[in-house]
């Protein structure tokens, strides 16, 4: 039970045990260990172990390992393991830590948290379901079984996971009960209501939008010989390729690069109700934070694609994002079409 009970404890960590910045006002630090309200020369903040919990997904071999040490059946590990997933929030508004647990049809165990921008709408937040979900197309898991969350999923989630390919026979436990996405979102509105192809790809399912750079983005991306942004241009397309866009057919993709050099990078995921759709940045946003970014304003680099003249584009909203939790983040757009 030894790594079971490190796991479980580390839920119950005093903040500091993040890495919690000193010398930001209190307001500006209530409710999650990062916040990104800090100046820009404020202190990198310590980098210390989480006893174990420091990854947001296990492998299917590390799972196992945990079921036959404890003794526990999946429902049972997924449940267990709520609690200190929760406390990898950033909720710096709300201050209300939520985390999911979920397995996935490839074995592996996948973390989900809340994620909340201090200084802008509400609406650009992550809810931990979604987080879960990006978390599973960055590993191309190709379905959820099953997923224990710390509390009830709102309308906005129940709505996302409609558009998962597993939202027939996927397991929410919640409340200490379990239930089918039927039994919580009855009658739903998805993807049968809009889709006219029945053999359109769901999310999670391989995607592949034939996509290539404009010549004039071609141009821009060849006029600049830097490592990093050539990095960050190629992840950018290859999640716009890869982007989950039925409905609207405007497929993007974006990818931010650190000054230490690292990328990351995310697609767009729509949804049927367009609302609950999650943006190419959050989506690299979370690609980020599950590698342990301490500080979005880490961020030097970010590359947008996104087909040129489409009825929905992402760079707007994506600069004013910017402007709060990267402002010195320089961001380039680059227009892609069809291949």
Not at 116 to 140: D, G, I, K, T, Y
Not at 183 to 211: C, K, M, V, Y
Request: include cysteine; charge should be negative; charged fraction near 20%.
């Amino acid at each position: 039970m030894d790594r079971l009970r490190e796991l479980q404890a580390n839920g119950h960590a005093d903040p500091s045990a993040h890495g919690q910045v000193t010398g930001i006002h209190p307001s500006e630090r209530q409710g999650s260990y990062i916040v990104d309200s800090s100046p820009q020369d404020a202190a990198e903040p310590e980098k210390q172990s989480n006893k174990g919990w420091e990854k947001f997904w296990l492998e299917a071999t590390e799972v196992q390992d945990l079921l036959k040490e404890n003794k526990m059946t999946e429902d049972d590990l997924l449940q267990s393991l709520i609690t200190p997933a929760s406390s990898l929030a950033r909720p710096p508004i709300s201050s209300f830590h939520v985390g999911a647990v979920g397995l996935g049809v490839s074995g592996r165990l996948y973390v989900g948290v809340n994620l909340e921008f201090a200084r802008l709408p509400v609406n650009n937040s992550v809810h931990a379901e979604q987080f879960l979900v990006v978390n599973a197309v960055h590993h191309e898991e190709r379905a959820i079984t099953k997923m224990a969350v710390s509390a009830a999923p709102c309308g906005h989630c129940r709505q996302f996971y409609s558009e998962l390919c597993c939202a027939e026979t996927i397991t929410f436990f919640f409340g200490g009960k379990s239930f089918g996405l039927a039994d919580i979102l009855p009658q739903r509105f998805g993807p049968a209501d809009l889709l006219t192809e029945p053999d359109t790809p769901l999310l999670l399912q391989p995607q592949h939008n034939p996509l290539e750079l404009t010549a004039e983005a071609q141009e821009l991306v060849a006029s600049r010989n830097e490592v990093p942004f050539l990095e960050a241009a190629k992840a950018a397309l290859q999640q716009a390729i890869q982007s989950y866009a039925p409905y609207s057919h405007c497929p993007s993709g974006l990818a931010i690069a650190t000054a230490g050099g690292a990328v990351y990078s995310g697609p767009y995921l729509e949804s049927a109700a367009f609302n609950p759709s999650l943006g190419p940045l959050q989506a690299a946003v979370i690609d980020a934070v599950t590698d342990g970014i301490a500080y979005y304003t880490e961020v030097q680099e970010v590359v947008l694609v996104e087909v040129k003249d489409a009825h929905v584009q992402h760079a707007a909203n994506v600069r004013i994002i910017l402007e709060q939790i990267a402002p010195s983040a320089l961001l380039t757009v680059l227009l892609a079409e069809s291949s």
